[in-house]
């Protein structure tokens, strides 16, 4: 791992964790699956017109067009379409630690599921994360938490899960910007009939939600994505998914600072145990290669 893929896998996970505080302050000035169906419209044409421009086309592989219908649904239809209902009622500081349980949740179906080798280490690494995930629980749910909330920001991070592990077909073949276009699109195509059905799809824009957007739109939606994809191109998924580990403590930060969330003790041990967790299972996971 050298000095740019570590740039860029401190970059993408920095950027990863702020999705969560713009996302919060969007959904509560409009309807979630609309603005998050447009958001990846405008994302995905803008990344598709971006692989023309430098001579990509669509002709991609078997394994890049699973990966762009899997990645398409589980990532941006289910996962961010997902968490912008649950963010209506759920913090943005916890809709992150939830999200950032991901790696334990992949390395935990890649064990049980798939079967794949799992040292000592990577064990004990599960059971410290989920144990952290536990006491941040516990802790919120004596202050009064929407548990409805909470069960969309886990369904929405197993279906995260499953993108992640599409994810190993995806980044051979090239078209990196092709791939991150066309699976947004995907995401847009899913939401907005899922929008039409149960939502008023009006939006009553103002300057600070049209920045909110873009920003949503461009920096977590189009940057970030590719960043990830070129990364796992560089260094390998196992390799990339270490960064993971520094989403909990990014993510809480943002939302502190940028919208004001209170953080008790318990959050902050549990967001340390949580990390360590994480390092813990992407570490032997490296061993193990």
Known sequence: MDFKAIVMGLAFALIWSSAFTSARFIVTQAPPLTVSALRFLIAGVIAVCIAWALGQSWRLTKGQWRAVVIFGICQNAIYLGLNFVAMQTVQASLAAIIASSMP?????????????????????????????VALIM???????????GVSLCVIAALALAVATLAMR??????????????????GAAVLGVVAFVFEDMRIDWNVPLGLAFAY???VPGIIATFIWFVLVARIGAVKAATFHFLNPFFGVAIAAVLLGESLGFWDLIGVAVITAGILAVQLSKQATR
């Open 216 to 218: 949503t739109a461009i």
């Open 169 to 186: 077909g995806a980044s051979s073949g090239g078209n990196l910007m092709m791939v991150v276009g066309l699976q947004m699109l995907v």
């Open 138 to 148: 516990g802790a919120r749910l004596q202050g009064g938490i929407d548990l409805v």
């Open 104 to 132: 334990l949740l992949v390395g935990l179906i890649g064990w049980v599921v798939l079967r794949d080798r799992l040292p000592l280490l990577g064990v004990v690494g599960l059971i410290v994360g989920f144990a952290g």
